[in-house]
C-alpha cells in the first residue's frame, strides 16, 4: 500500500512557476514508477509526465516539454514537479500517481487506468 499526498500548489501569474510535491508512504517507494496528471474543470483527467522507479527516464505530454520537469528522490520517498512558464491552460487539480510495473518502458504510460495509486491532488491556477 503507497500513500501519496501533494502539495504545492497555489495561484500565479502568467509566465509564473511553480514546485509540486508528493510525497509517498512505504519503504518501497523507490520501485514504482511515478507520474502527474492534471484534470481542469469539465475535462478528463489527462497525463501530464512520468518518470521511472530508477529516476533514469523521463517522459512528458506534448504541451508541457521545456517547460515542466519531473524528478524523483528516492531517499525522500518524494516526486517533483518543477512547473515553469505556465500558462493559463495549465490551471487545473494535478495529482500524483504511483504504478509498480514501471510504465514508462511501455506505450501504456499515459493511462490512468494503469497506475494503482493516486492522491488527493493540489490546486494551481494561473491567472492571465
Known amino acids: 500500500q503507497v500513500q501519496l499526498v501533494e502539495s504545492g500548489g497555489g495561484l500565479v501569474q502568467t509566465g509564473g512557476s511553480l514546485r509540486l510535491s508528493c510525497a509517498a508512504s512505504g519503504r518501497t517507494f523507490s520501485t514504482y514508477g511515478m507520474a502527474w496528471f492534471r484534470q481542469a474543470p469539465g475535462k478528463e483527467r489527462e497525463f501530464v509526465a512520468t518518470i521511472s522507479s530508477g529516476g533514469e527516464i523521463t517522459l512528458y505530454e506534448d504541451s508541457v516539454k521545456g517547460r515542466f520537469t519531473i524528478s524523483r528522490d528516492n531517499a525522500k520517498n518524494t516526486v517533483y514537479l518543477q512547473m515553469n512558464s505556465l500558462e493559463p491552460e495549465d490551471t487545473a487539480v494535478y495529482y500524483c500517481?504511483?504504478?509498480?510495473?514501471?510504465?514508462?518502458?511501455?506505450?501504456?504510460?499515459?493511462?490512468?487506468?494503469?497506475?494503482?495509486?493516486w492522491g488527493r491532488g493540489t490546486q494551481v491556477t494561473v491567472s492571465s
Open positions: 500517481a504511483a504504478e509498480a510495473s514501471d510504465l514508462v518502458y511501455s506505450d501504456l504510460y499515459s493511462d490512468a487506468r494503469g497506475y494503482d495509486y
